[in-house]
């Protein structure tokens, strides 16, 4: 029985078997030529040991990387085995990825996890790469491809792993893959990334296998730390630490609650961006803000808010983003002058929050080291409301609007280029230094102010928002006027005056979302009563008010449309906002 797969499944009653699926039989005729090889196999499971116990079995000299979401109590025992690793975390997790590919490249992976699709096709463009030579990407249970179970596994995904198989087999018969009109861009990126890699897929019973080919690419790009791929590098601080504050959280869901208590467990903060300078001399800019450096490395710190994302730029990420790929390369790429340019542009700074917190406060790091009038500042080209935020808060920092480059998505060559480092990390750490310099921008604005009476408690109203929409706000706001609150709507004031207004404000309601950033220009001590969906976290915004040393309450509220999840419409109950009023005003 030694040596033979399927029994060994049947003995320890594995699904895999003939029992069920009868996949082993089918494995062994593909697997057996490795059995006594000291070879490297991952799994994606699910909750149950009995597939490392079999691997273990049949494949007496491999290593073997097992990847719970869960790990299981009996997943304990093997934590300390020579040639065994085990992983818990969830199967897209870049960190959970960059790490399973510090291993020997494996000869088998099998995706035998979740089955959600979204988490299926992110981990084979990821790791298939990856793969040893002629070695081979599993994913079971292939009936959960069907559309009819779209609602349970998609996982958002607007295809499943069925609509990638059908691409890589057209693909299989020429050398480039079918349109498939159904595939997004960044899909028929990935589509090109796998035949690049691919020797054949197979499509079984229950199971489909993307076999390997010898081909080494060797058009990836490493990922660098600016520091160590810059010619010079500034560095101003190291990050510095500040303290949580405690939080009253209501109608939160419980997972979203414990979310929360582990994100915050540490009551002091000490993970923060050190504030920094990169120089580069001859690098290009992608898209959103991705830096190429002139050795031809992606600048680590040019991905902030890409963790999630699986291209960037005509770039795809590969091994938990470990190395990029350049599926889609510019055709042209224009030229700079040869100014010095500073690149402020990143993911997401078309959003008034972010720019205001992630981007603008690193112009007073360029001002540190650098005359400010004698650079030019490259920002997105948006829609004219969001260039004038950017003229008015560069105009903070003496920047001129001649001095603003607005770019489009373009590849663009800077012969220098200047990139302060983001002292952020998306959506739960900004450095001390980033709340400071707009207290700083706060008290200029204050003093230019005409108007003093703006009220020291104000209601940010979500207004025209497309989302996250406060149902009964009318009704809110009714109430809220009966306490002697301001009521006010950020997208139609400008940025001065919408300065102007939180720096007096002590007492700050309003739906989250990117109005209330604004609280970092608030006073210290300044307390938010958050109106929120039921799925939504509170990070971001709670931890402004930790710089403030304030109070942060938060009401969620009741989504109309739990599948919409965190941009869900909702409605908050006025007996609990009434109630919290008068702890607040008391």
Same mark, same amino acid.
């Given at each position: 029985?030694?040596?033979?797969?399927?029994?060994?499944?049947?003995?320890?009653?594995?699904?895999?078997?003939?029992?069920?699926?009868?996949?082993?039989?089918?494995?062994?005729?593909?697997?057996?030529?490795?059995?006594?090889?000291?070879?490297?196999?991952?799994?994606?499971?699910?909750?149950?040991?009995?597939?490392?116990?079999?691997?273990?079995?049949?494949?007496?000299?491999?290593?073997?990387?097992?990847?719970?979401?869960?790990?299981?109590?009996?997943?304990?025992?093997?934590?300390?085995?020579?040639?065994?690793?085990?992983?818990?975390?969830?199967?897209?997790?870049?960190?959970?990825?960059?790490?399973?590919?510090?291993?020997?490249?494996?000869?088998?992976?099998?995706?035998?996890?979740?089955?959600?699709?979204?988490?299926?096709? %992110?981990?084979?463009?990821?790791?298939?790469?990856?793969?040893?030579?002629?070695?081979?990407?599993?994913?079971?249970?292939?009936?959960?491809?069907?559309?009819?179970?779209?609602?349970?596994?998609?996982?958002?995904?607007?295809?499943?792993?069925?609509?990638?198989?059908?691409?890589?087999?057209?693909?299989?018969?020429?050398?480039?893959?079918?349109?498939?009109?159904?595939?997004?861009?960044?899909?028929?990126?990935?589509?090109?990334?796998?035949?690049?890699?691919?020797?054949?897929?197979?499509?079984?019973?229950?199971?489909?296998?993307?076999?390997?080919?010898?081909?080494?690419?060797?058009?990836?790009?490493?990922?660098?730390?600016?520091?160590?791929?810059?010619?010079?590098?500034?560095?101003?601080?190291?990050?510095?630490?500040?303290?949580?504050?405690?939080?009253?959280?209501?109608?939160?869901?419980?997972?979203?609650?414990?979310?929360?208590?582990?994100?915050?467990?540490?009551?002091?903060?000490?993970?923060?961006?050190?504030?920094?300078?990169?120089?580069?001399?001859?690098?290009?800019?992608?898209?959103?803000?991705?830096?190429?450096?002139?050795?031809?490395?992606?600048?680590?710190?040019?991905?902030?808010?890409?963790?999630?994302?699986?291209?960037?730029?005509?770039?795809?990420?590969?091994?938990?983003?470990?190395?990029?790929?350049?599926?889609?390369?510019?055709?042209?790429?224009?030229?700079?002058?040869?100014?010095?340019?500073?690149?402020?542009?990143?993911?997401?700074?078309?959003?008034?929050?972010?720019?205001?917190?992630?981007?603008?406060?690193?112009?007073?790091?360029?001002?540190?080291?650098?005359?400010?009038?004698?650079?030019?500042?490259?920002?997105?080209?948006?829609?004219?409301?969001?260039?004038?935020?950017?003229?008015?808060?560069?105009?903070?920092?003496?920047?001129?609007?001649?001095?603003?480059?607005?770019?489009?998505?373009?590849?663009?060559? %800077?012969?220098?280029?200047?990139?302060?480092?983001?002292?952020?990390?998306?959506?739960?750490?900004?450095?001390?230094?980033?709340?400071?310099?707009?207290?700083?921008?706060?008290?200029?604005?204050?003093?230019?102010?005409?108007?003093?009476?703006?009220?020291?408690?104000?209601?940010?109203?979500?207004?025209?928002? %497309?989302?996250?929409?406060?149902?009964?706000?009318?009704?809110?706001?009714?109430?809220?006027?009966?306490?002697?609150?301001?009521?006010?709507?950020?997208?139609?004031?400008?940025?001065?005056?919408?300065?102007?207004?939180?720096?007096?404000?002590?007492?700050?309601?309003?739906?989250?979302?990117?109005?209330?950033?604004?609280?970092?220009?608030?006073?210290?001590?300044?307390?938010?009563?958050?109106?929120?969906?039921?799925?939504?976290?509170?990070?971001?915004?709670?931890?402004?008010?930790?710089?403030?040393?304030?109070?942060?309450?938060?009401?969620?509220?009741?989504?109309?449309?739990?599948?919409?999840?965190?941009?869900?419409?909702?409605?908050?109950?006025?007996?609990?906002?009434?109630?919290?009023?008068?702890?607040?005003?008391?």
């Amino acid at each position: 029985m030694n040596g033979l797969l399927d029994p060994i499944g049947v003995r320890l009653r594995s699904d895999k078997s003939s029992l069920v699926h009868n996949y082993l039989a089918k494995y062994e005729k593909i697997f057996s030529k490795w059995k006594n090889e000291a070879i490297t196999i991952v799994e994606f499971c699910d909750s149950n040991t009995k597939s490392l116990e079999i691997w273990k079995e049949y494949f007496p000299k491999a290593t073997l990387i097992l990847i719970y979401p869960s790990l299981p109590e009996e997943a304990h025992s093997y934590l300390q085995h020579e040639r065994i690793i085990v992983f818990e975390g969830q199967q897209d997790s870049d960190i959970l990825l960059r790490n399973i590919a510090l291993y020997q490249r494996p000869k088998i992976i099998i995706d035998d996890g979740r089955h959600i699709w979204r988490q299926q096709i %992110y981990t084979l463009i990821s790791l298939f790469e990856w793969v040893d030579s002629d070695g081979v990407y599993i994913i079971e249970d292939t009936q959960t491809f069907a559309p009819s179970e779209r609602s349970r596994y998609s996982g958002g995904s607007p295809i499943s792993p069925a609509d990638l198989v059908h691409e890589l087999q057209a693909g299989e018969k020429g050398p480039t893959p079918s349109p498939g009109s159904h595939l997004s861009s960044e899909h028929r990126g990935a589509v090109r990334l796998l035949l690049s890699c691919l020797h054949s897929v197979q499509n079984e019973r229950g199971f489909v296998c993307f076999v390997r080919n010898k081909t080494a690419l060797t058009d990836l790009l490493s990922v660098s730390p600016a520091a160590a791929c810059s010619k010079v590098f500034h560095r101003s601080d190291s990050g510095g630490d500040y303290a949580r504050i405690e939080a009253t959280i209501v109608n939160c869901p419980d997972w979203l609650q414990k979310r929360f208590n582990l994100a915050t467990q540490d009551r002091i903060e000490r993970n923060i961006p050190a504030a920094g300078v990169a120089v580069f001399e001859s690098a290009v800019v992608h898209g959103r803000g991705l830096v190429i450096s002139p050795n031809g490395q992606v600048v680590r710190e040019s991905l902030i808010n890409a963790d999630h994302s699986l291209t960037v730029a005509s770039f795809m990420k590969i091994r938990g983003g470990d190395r990029y790929f350049a599926y889609n390369p510019p055709s042209s790429v224009k030229t700079a002058g040869t100014e010095p340019h500073v690149l402020l542009k990143q993911m997401w700074d078309g959003n008034y929050g972010h720019w205001i917190i992630e981007s603008l406060p690193r112009v007073g790091v360029v001002a540190e080291f650098f005359d400010i009038q004698a650079l030019k500042f490259v920002v997105q080209n948006e829609p004219e409301p969001m260039k004038a935020v950017y003229l008015e808060s560069l105009a903070s920092f003496g920047v001129s609007p001649d001095q603003v480059v607005f770019t489009s998505f373009d590849s663009v060559f %800077y012969p220098k280029l200047i990139y302060p480092l983001p002292m952020t990390k998306q959506p739960w750490v900004k450095a001390p230094r980033v709340i400071a310099t707009l207290e700083v921008v706060a008290k200029q604005v204050a003093a230019r102010a005409t108007q003093k009476d703006l009220g020291d408690k104000i209601y940010i109203a979500r207004g025209s928002g %497309y989302r996250r929409r406060l149902l009964n706000e009318d009704a809110i706001m009714a109430v809220l006027e009966a306490w002697g609150f301001k009521i006010y709507q950020p997208e139609k004031l400008r940025f001065e005056e919408q300065v102007a207004i939180f720096s007096q404000a002590k007492l700050v309601v309003g739906v989250l979302g990117a109005g209330l950033s604004n609280l970092a220009f608030s006073p210290k001590g300044v307390q938010c009563l958050a109106l929120t969906s039921e799925f939504m976290g509170d990070d971001f915004f709670y931890d402004i008010i930790c710089h403030k040393r304030g109070r942060y309450v938060s009401i969620h509220g009741k989504a109309a449309n739990p599948s919409d999840g965190m941009n869900s419409d909702f409605s908050i109950d006025l007996d609990v906002l009434n109630s919290f009023l008068e702890k607040i005003s008391s």
